[in-house]
């Protein structure tokens, strides 16, 4: 199981940034999928997270109505739309499959302001 972000960056505040996520290793579509932040300093935080087949997903209420996940089953990848940035959400942002406990490497977001 392995999973690969990709897409952060520096990006000024109000502005927007779109997160991916490689999955290999297992059957994608069957498994939720979760975006965790940590910012430093900070405990690692839980971000959004997307069920399989369903795609029902929930948000942290401090992202809640500014991000949006989303997954492609047929490109085994999960997406973190990130926009109205914000300095707060400058950390680096993981991946991670729960059925596996599986972390990616992880992406920096830096928000300047």
């Known amino acids: 199981v392995q999973v690969v972000e990709s897409g952060g960056g520096l990006v000024q505040f109000g502005g927007s940034l779109r997160l991916s996520c490689a999955a290999s290793?297992?059957?994608?579509?069957?498994?939720?999928m979760s975006w965790y932040r940590q910012a430093p300093g900070k405990e690692r935080e839980l971000v959004a997270g997307?069920?399989?087949?369903?795609?029902?997903?929930d948000y942290s209420d401090s992202v809640k109505g500014r991000f949006t996940i989303s997954r492609d089953n047929a490109k085994n990848s999960v997406y973190l739309q990130m926009n109205s940035l914000q300095p707060e959400d400058t950390a680096v942002y993981y991946c991670?499959?729960?059925?596996?406990?599986?972390w990616g490497q992880g992406t920096q977001v830096t928000v300047s302001s």
């Open positions: 991670y499959v729960p059925r596996w406990a599986r």
């Open positions: 290793g297992f059957t994608f579509s069957r498994y939720a």
């Open positions: 997307i069920l399989g087949m369903g795609g029902s997903s």
